[in-house]
């Protein structure tokens, strides 16, 4: 019975303390170097935080990259001024030459210039952006270089988004729907070094 005893509390404590240490290893961690993971049966996804050689969007210097099995989705921050109310924005690859100058194109708008008709109320709502801390408290502010990333990130409608209205979250004509499964983003490692800055 004591040793029955002794391998549950094992069981319990080992886990919750390497987690603890974990959380403890990455607390000071940039947010251009975290990384993020969405762990599902079968598949990942992760999301990191690329930087801009100057700004990525109005109120951040940061992209938001999310890696699907299918493929990569780029977003910038945008920050209602009224509410602070944090939303992403979809746009282009930042790495791509036609960004070199103005930055991506927003995905969106080119979305609406090829089907002005199509059904976009609802897009703005399901991309709602959520920086946790690390007892799951909300925070107001976003993302930015040299600031210590948050715990978690909570986009608690992005998969309805990558269901119902992927054409207009990238810029790959051949794009099927996403099925990414709704969840919190944890942090899970902090990168050597921060992935190459992005135009512009």
Request: proline content about 11%; some cysteine.
């Amino acid at each position: 019975m004591k040793r029955y005893l002794a391998t549950l509390l094992a069981a319990l404590i080992f886990p919750a303390a390497a987690a603890a240490q974990s959380e403890i290893a990455l607390a000071g961690c940039p947010a251009e170097r975290a990384v993020y993971t969405l762990a599902t049966e079968g598949d990942e996804y992760a999301i990191t935080l690329v930087p801009a050689r100057t700004r990525a969007g109005f109120s951040s210097d940061l992209y938001l990259r999310l890696t699907t099995p299918q493929r990569d989705y780029w977003f910038v921050f945008e920050v209602a001024a009224s509410q602070g109310n944090i939303t992403l924005n979809p746009v282009g690859d930042p790495y791509a030459s036609e960004a070199r100058a103005t930055g991506p194109a927003n995905t969106i708008e080119a979305f609406r210039s090829r089907w002005p008709d199509a059904p976009m109320d609802e897009l703005p709502s399901l991309l709602r952006f959520y920086a946790l801390d690390a007892e799951l408290g909300f925070t107001l502010a976003q993302p930015q270089q040299g600031q210590p990333a948050p715990p978690w990130l909570l986009m608690p409608e992005l998969n309805t988004a990558l269901w119902y209205h992927l054409p207009a979250l990238t810029d790959d004509p051949g794009a099927e729907r996403d099925p990414m499964p709704r969840g919190i983003f944890r942090l899970t490692a902090c990168l050597d070094t921060a992935p190459p800055a992005a135009f512009p």
